[in-house]
């Protein structure tokens, strides 16, 4: 979203300025026919260009032209208002008495300090996806509106309507506005393409509001696909394009060869805040379902499996048996959740999802969101050196119940033991063998069993561990368990955790 500031009139009254000086400039400088100058002439002849390169240069022109006229109209500006609330601290509250009146209230409550409403208005840019009747529906980002107080939706001819927020989501970082337009309003629907089709080099335009200028069209290439949103909190993988893209661009499509949106503009990577060639838009692809979601519901419903996922290095791979292996690997699992009713366990190593096969954990969290609730899918997992398959009945994610540590077994990620974890844990026993306790999670298992950060498991149920892979296996198909620690140079054993 781009802040307003109304800034034209001084604007306009500068470059009305240097205008006139350099107007004057140029009547005062006489040096016509000199060697150094050069004039425009309407009278030159134009660059000889070979017809054969004039006709392809010109179809391509043509064919920007009709994509353009064609797509604009489905393009609109969204302008937004968001009003905010804050508390300001009295700076008097530490005060016993007032000569004059508290500033902040006679009252009690204005000890506490005055509530005030601030408003911050901005843009962004959207794409009429679906009529219904007379409700039209623009898709747009979630930050562009998912907190707007009043949103107007401009149309390329001038219409401007009053909208409406349908759903927003932060997760994917999309919203659906809709607005109310009689039957005989001429509204323009885009098309929806196919991003599972697009690759790198594929030719694009980019629509939108960039910086407030409406209607504006960029031209580049697919410069790569399936960049991972997690730096922006993304769950979603991204086209990356070199179109130029601009605050305000956000919420726009980008659009194919076929004047088909493939993407939903989103962000871009800058060390100017302007474009430099790096814009990524959100595959229209995984966005699709969020439509239905929306108008149906309000909401995007995901699909949940629940486990607890965690990006590993080569070392912790190779410690966990996986070695060169891609996949996503489930440090944990929710009791009571779909993975466990199903017999996936904590340390599965999972590589493909109906026979797709899975990168990393950031793909599984995609592809496992896309399923719908009751649908059952199958997983295919490593298991303490061996693959094996298991079948879980996905249900419905639910905030609340992802975020309960109770749940969350074992409630703490292992790490390998290697020589440099003992040397930041000041361990000088060279031959202790065993997995690092790291990342005890409040309310946990692991937390009502007394482990802490830098405990060393050296073994499960009595049963001695070494590595990563050896831990996880015990860890499996137990009715209760304990675990043997070495921490502060002593060894001692915890009480027993019952499922």
């Avoid at 999802?353 to 969290?365: E, F, T």
């Avoid at 109770?406 to 997995?435: C, N, Q, Y």
Wanted: include cysteine; proline fraction near 3%.
């Amino acid at each position: 979203m781009k802040t307003i500031t109304k800034c034209i009139a001084g604007g306009a009254a500068v470059s009305a300025l240097a205008f006139a000086l350099l107007s004057f400039s140029c009547a005062k400088t006489e040096v016509h026919g000199t060697a150094d100058t050069a004039f425009a002439d309407t009278t030159a002849p134009s660059v000889p260009i070979a017809s054969g390169s004039m006709k392809v240069l010109e179809a391509l022109q043509d064919s920007f032209r009709s994509l353009s006229s064609g797509v604009l109209p489905s393009v609109v500006e969204i302008d937004v208002t968001e009003k905010t609330t804050i508390t300001e601290r009295n700076p008097f509250e530490d005060l016993p008495f007032f000569f004059f009146g508290n500033p902040y209230g006679d009252d009690n409550s204005g000890r506490k300090g005055r509530t005030r409403e601030f408003e911050q208005k901005g843009l962004g840019s959207g794409v009429i996806v679906r009529r219904t009747g007379d409700t039209i529906y623009v898709l747009t980002n979630n930050h562009v509106a998912g907190k707007a107080t009043d949103i107007k939706v401009k149309l390329n001819d001038g219409q401007e309507f009053s909208g409406k927020l349908v759903g927003a989501d932060e997760r994917q970082d999309i919203a659906l506005v809709s607005f109310e337009a009689d039957k005989n309003a001429k509204i323009t629907v885009a098309k929806l393409g196919d991003s599972d089709n697009v690759q790198q080099g594929d030719i694009v335009l980019a629509m939108g509001a960039p910086l407030g200028y409406s209607q504006s069209v960029t031209q580049g290439i697919v410069s790569a696909t399936g960049r991972s949103g997690a730096q922006i909190n993304n769950m979603n993988d991204f086209i990356q394009t070199d179109a130029a893209i601009n605050q305000g661009n956000s919420g726009g499509p980008l659009i194919n060869i076929y004047g088909e949106v493939i993407g939903i503009n989103t962000w871009i990577a800058s060390q100017s805040g302007g474009s430099q060639g790096l814009g990524f838009a959100l595959p229209i692809n995984s966005v699709k379902k969020a439509i239905d979601d929306f108008i149906d519901k309000g909401k995007i419903t995901y699909g949940w499996l629940g486990v607890s996922l965690v990006e590993v290095t080569d070392k912790y791979k190779k410690d966990l048996g996986v070695e060169g292996k891609n996949g996503a690997f489930a440090s944990q699992l929710f009791l009571g959740s779909p993975a466990e009713k199903s017999g996936l366990m904590a340390g599965d190593f999972i590589i493909e999802l109906n026979g797709k096969k899975i990168k990393d954990q950031n793909a599984l969290v995609r592809e496992v969101a896309y399923l719908p609730a009751g649908k059952t899918a199958e997983f295919k997992v490593i298991r303490g050196g061996k693959e094996m398959t298991v079948k879980v009945k996905i249900e419905e994610r639910s905030k609340d119940t992802a975020n309960d540590n109770s749940k969350l077994w074992p409630g703490f990620i292992a790490a390998p033991l290697t020589d440099d974890v003992k040397k930041e844990l000041k361990i000088d026993d060279k031959g202790l063998k065993g997995v690092a306790v790291t990342n005890v999670l409040e309310k946990s298992p692991a937390a009502s069993l007394r482990l802490q950060n830098g405990d060393i498991i050296t073994a499960v149920n009595d049963k001695k561990v070494t590595s990563l892979e050896e831990f996880y296996k015990e860890l499996a198909g137990k009715k209760e368990i304990w675990f043997d620690i070495y921490a502060n140079g002593h060894s001692i054993s915890t009480g027993k955790f019952k499922f």
